[in-house]
């Protein structure tokens, strides 16, 4: 029976390892380097796990993937969210979908994830090893030798499922393969501006941002935080800009639309305001969904006194303010990534696998799953589920050599 070496021990390497028959899993060996295993899947989601998106069609699926979208078709024609869905709750963990479409366990904790998948490996007979870091890959005569512990180790299949991992990208050099260099994915935008500045945790149901002088443009909840921009406005922003942002150094201007109305619309809502409440005063009443923290900053901003009411408004104050409120201009002076949760774009170049069976088209018998590729998607579940369809082509692959 072939030995089988599973390198990694995030979502994909124990998603594989728990889908092996244990006639194969008996002859496999996990190793990661950490203590303890799995800590993606344990903090994601606020730490209850969002294992998935509530999006069924591969077509649709594909576009949530800023990198990987034409690949990862047919990957999810094998394996999609509604399978993912039907594996877990056939092994006791029920799901549920949210408002958002996103999917999590009904426990509403990662470690009904983490625990499922201890359970499957039990079954399935892999070995794990905690705490063994690869030092070293070389393929040899149609086999793989690792060094691992300062020892040399024989496999006839390998799969490399480290995530973003610069030193396992280095022996997947090593092989021949071609890395795409490494960028962040998910990231917030860091913003100095005095309109925002004691604005922490003020938020807006949805907005429009986009990056000026640039075709980049993405809309949702949107947060500010006590470092500049967050939400998954912001998120989506950063994943499909990654390359564009990394390339600007992370220093643009983006705009940003707070009503998702136009300007000239908001004019005319504000001239009304002044002719139909001309005694309310302007600080005190709000007239839209968002905090009124908010609404008196860009007040003050365009120079507008507390002790105004909507009569006192003259149309350059106006148009100044509906302009703030539909095209609001913020310099971007860095990013803050999410120390365990950040994504990377980059990793090993789509060209050099065969996506029916995630396998390298350089060494057959060397397959790759999740952040090591160069795959990354917004926010969502949509990560997890590329892992997730990837680990499951592999222990099929795996599953068939059993006689």
Not at 73 to 99: A, C, Y
Not at 108 to 126: A, D, G, P, Q, W
Not at 213 to 229: K, R
Not at 301 to 315: H, T
């Amino acid at each position: 029976m072939n030995k089988i070496a599973i390198i990694g021990g995030g979502a994909s390497a124990f998603f594989i390892a728990a889908n092996l028959h244990p006639k194969i899993g008996e002859n496999t060996h996990l190793y990661e380097q950490a203590t303890s295993p799995l800590q993606k899947v344990r903090i994601s989601g606020g730490g209850r796990c969002n294992v998935t998106h509530a999006c069924f069609d591969p077509r649709e699926l594909v576009e949530f993937y800023p990198r990987g979208k034409k690949e990862l078709l047919g990957v999810f024609h094998q394996f999609q969210p509604g399978d993912t869905m039907e594996w877990f709750e056939s092994r006791n963990v029920p799901l549920k979908i949210e408002d958002d479409n996103r999917i999590f366990p009904q426990s509403n904790t990662s470690l009904s994830i983490i625990e499922c998948f201890l359970k499957e490996i039990e079954k399935s007979k892999v070995n794990i090893h905690l705490n063994h870091g690869i030092q070293g890959i070389r393929a040899e005569n149609n086999q793989f030798i690792l060094r691992i512990q300062n020892k040399e180790e024989v496999f006839d299949k390998i799969v490399i499922a480290t995530g973003s991992s610069p030193k396992a990208w280095k022996m997947i050099r090593s092989l021949g393969h071609t890395i795409v260099s490494p960028v962040p994915s998910l990231f917030t935008f860091n913003c100095k501006d005095h309109r925002i500045k004691e604005l922490m945790g003020v938020s807006f149901a949805n907005a429009s941002v986009e990056v000026v002088d640039s075709d980049l443009a993405a809309e949702g909840p949107l947060l500010i935080t006590h470092w500049g921009f967050s939400g998954p406005a912001i998120l989506r922003l950063s994943a499909w800009g990654a390359l564009a942002l990394s390339e600007k150094k992370y220093q643009f201007n983006i705009k940003i639309n707070f009503v998702e109305q136009p300007e000239e619309q908001i004019i005319d809502f504000l001239k009304k305001l002044r002719q139909q409440q001309p005694k309310k005063n302007c600080f005190s009443n709000n007239p839209f969904s968002f905090p009124k923290r908010f609404w008196q900053s860009l007040l003050i901003s365009v120079g507008i006194k507390e002790k105004l009411n909507f009569a006192d408004l003259r149309n350059p104050q106006i148009e100044q303010l509906a302009k703030e409120l539909t095209a609001g201009e913020y310099t971007i002076e860095g990013k803050s990534t999410f120390k365990d949760e950040f994504v990377t774009a980059g990793g090993v170049d789509l060209r050099e696998i065969n996506f029916k069976k995630m396998e390298s088209k350089l060494h057959p018998n060397l397959f790759f799953a999740g952040e090591v590729l160069n795959i990354d998607a917004i926010t969502g579940g949509f990560n997890f589920q590329a892992c997730w369809s990837e680990g499951f082509i592999i222990a099929s692959e795996l599953n068939k050599s059993i006689k």
